[in-house]
């Protein structure tokens, strides 16, 4: 697929189909980060992948946070249920960094693009998924890294959905002019 599609055509999956990712896709969307830029070739992230009873410990952990703090962040409780539902989770790691930690943010957002971009180009579905944060320290404890930060996940899989592309402001409106 061309670029320029691959781009047009990625969505937020939310709803997965049960068919296990070949492991050949798997490394492919590995290889992809791998591959990203990075600011000062830093190469900050850490990937884990989950499956099976180890990626549902990750979702029972999001739920259990949501029931001990009702009200707070009840859309976690909905990222745990896509993330149950998914084959496959990419846990996105870094080492703990306050120095670097906001070049390492726009150089993993960069990379977890990457990801969910070759997802779209091998016919798969993704889902970038930040309510990790609430649960962050325990679901770290869950896969035994309580020594790094959790930015971020990626939920893969075949898309058992085919969403409409959600609307976009025009350049004119993203388009700003120096004020000098």
Known sequence: MELKQVIARRRSIRRFYPTEVPQEDILQILESARLCQSAC????????VLTGDMKRKVAETMIQWVEDHPGVANDSAISARIIR????????????DDFWKHFDDLSIGAAIEHMC???VDLGLGA???GHTAYAEADILKVVGRADMELPSVVAIGYPAE??????????????IEPKV
């Open 41 to 48: 070739n830093r190469q900050p992230w850490r990937l884990m």
């Open 162 to 175: 085919e969403p409409p592309m959600r609307p976009r402001l025009s350049l004119e409106e993203i388009l």
């Open 117 to 119: 971009l070759t997802a």
């Open 85 to 96: 539902q998914a084959p496959v989770l990419i846990m996105v790691l870094r080492e703990k």
């Open 127 to 129: 889902l970038w998924i």
